[in-house]
């Protein structure tokens, strides 16, 4: 980005030049440029709002909705020569437009602050954002579920303190990430109600003195309402916190799944095969195939998250109204944006092509005497107290690994030196597939359940969408 120094906004009131340090170090045209379409949108339409109520002229507010315009294509097809000396995303295409149309250029900044004007900006720019991580939510949803489908019977351990519990079906598990990214949608869709509100006319933060409409400017905006306090409208930047909040769950979630796969990868595991296009190798170990999207996404959850801790910081303690410390909520905000949508879009990417291993996931599930509770509630069913139960399953766990069989292979009699109740209707019940289909209740694991919910999440995913939408 070119150096130069030309005249400042404010040269009325100043007789020395900013020093060029200071320039270099309050600029944030580096970062802040990416929001000039969201910047040329909130111009072009206070524009029109003025010439409406005759603040200036129609003709006046076409010329420099047309400058605006050209300056945008400029910039979009990277010939603006953006100014460092200028400051920010603002005052660099102001600066373009009056040298661009002259003296009318000048009237667009009537009725206006930067103060009103970035808020403006960021929140159109964020609105943007949030429904972009709207759709990609839903398209993860979609794979999940088509996931959900598929695997409705596939068997896999389930755990608890990562050691093997009960049996579950990968559809059932799958529906847990499914459940995480739904909620995750919900709170977008939240945020983005608080998001969608005009600081324009809030002025630098008293209001202006100027006749202006408003409601005109945050209908063209597609706004739902004016911001209500025109202090508060410039100064607080809790709807780019709340943003924050909701990315860094995403990315715990996302965090959380990348664990899972990374585990499940190892040939410990052994549960899936990761894409080679989605892994690489070692330099040195001729046998490696590393889950480096997967661990990146667990990484990058650590950057988001301290970008929510920075910009809780960044507003604490700030008074009332605009403080320049605002102008540091944009860099974490950007790059939150970046991460949640690459992560998002890798995980998209990753599932569909990962091999899911099914008769290991059944041989794990077989270890570990997962039915142990089955045989537990057998014998409750039987008329047995549940503690009693408990304690009799637990002896038979016993027996099992003491002869180093699983409990399903015991002999009766075995089984019934542990409880007189058990009778040979005891072995279908001990079964993984039988344990399974007992779970047979809403939100349960039971293969018929897992198909049900993942039905209901299609319809809810629809939902979201018309929510999102409306
Ligand atoms: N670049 C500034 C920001 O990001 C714009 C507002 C500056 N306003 C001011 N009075 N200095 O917040």
């Known amino acids: 980005m070119p150096m130069s120094s030309p005249d400042k906004a404010w040269k009325g009131r100043f007789t020395v030049p900013t020093d060029a340090f200071v320039e270099a170090f309050t600029a944030s045209v580096g970062f802040d440029h990416r929001l000039y379409r969201h910047d040329i949108r909130g111009s072009v339409a ?8 005759g603040i200036i002229e129609e003709r006046e507010a076409a010329l420099i909705a047309e400058g605006l315009a050209a300056i945008e294509k400029e910039i979009d097809e990277g010939r603006f020569p953006w100014s460092v000396g200028r400051e920010d995303v603002h005052m660099n295409i102001e600066a373009a437009l009056i040298e661009r149309i002259g003296e ?4 667009l900044h009537t009725a206006r602050s930067r103060n009103d004007q970035v808020a403006t900006a960021v929140r159109l720019y964020l609105r943007d954002g949030i429904d972009s991580l709207i759709g990609q939510l839903q398209r993860l949803g979609g794979v999940f579920l088509m996931l959900a489908e598929r695997e409705a019977e596939t068997i896999m351990p389930g755990f608890t303190h990562l050691q093997v519990a009960q049996p579950v ?21 939240d945020a983005r109600g608080r998001v969608n509100v005009m600081p324009l006319g809030a002025g630098a933060l008293a209001g202006t003195s100027f006749p202006i ?26 709807f780019v916190i709340e943003f924050t909040a909701a990315a860094a769950l995403i990315m715990i979630h996302l965090s959380r799944i990348a664990e899972e796969l990374v585990l499940w990868s190892t040939p410990q595991f052994g549960f899936i095969e990761l894409g080679d296009g989605f892994c690489t190798g070692s330099s040195i170990m001729p046998q490696k195939k590393n889950p480096d999207v997967p661990e990146l996404l667990r990484g990058k959850s650590g950057r988001v998250i301290g970008h929510l801790t920075a910009l809780l910081v960044l507003m604490k303690g700030q008074p009332l109204a605009y ?14 944006l970046d991460t949640v949508r690459d992560c998002l879009r890798a995980l998209t990417e990753l599932l569909p092509a990962t091999t899911f291993h099914r008769e290991r996931m059944r041989r794990e599930a077989l270890r570990g005497y997962p039915t142990a ?10 008329g047995l107290p549940f503690r009693d139960a408990h304690e009799a399953a637990g002896r038979a ?11 399903a292979d015991l002999p009766l009699a075995a089984l019934k030196t542990c409880s007189p109740l058990i009778e040979d209707d005891i072995f279908p019940v001990l079964t993984l597939e039988g344990s399974l289909a007992a779970r047979d209740h809403w939100g349960g694991t039971a293969p018929r359940q897992v198909l049900e919910a993942a039905a209901r999440g299609r319809q809810r995913l629809a939902d979201l969408a018309l929510r999102s939408a409306g």
Request: proline content about 2%; glycine content about 4%; cysteine-free.
């Open 46 to 53: 206070h524009a029109r709002m003025l010439a409406a109520v």
């Open 104 to 107: 009318v250029g000048k009237k």
């Open 169 to 189: 079906t990968l559809g059932h598990h799958i529906l847990a990430w499914f459940e995480m990214i739904l909620r995750d949608s919900e709170r977008l869709i």
């Open 213 to 238: 409409d408003r409601q005109m400017t945050a209908q063209a905006l597609g706004f739902a309402r004016p911001a209500e306090n025109s202090l508060d409208a410039v100064s607080d930047r809790d």
């Open 323 to 336: 403080n320049k410390d605002n102008q540091e909520d944009k860099e974490p905000l950007f790059d939150t």
């Open 373 to 382: 509770t089955d045989l537990a509630d057998y014998l409750v069913r039987r």
């Open 397 to 407: 766990v016993r027996l099992a690994i003491d002869q180093g069989v699983d409990l």
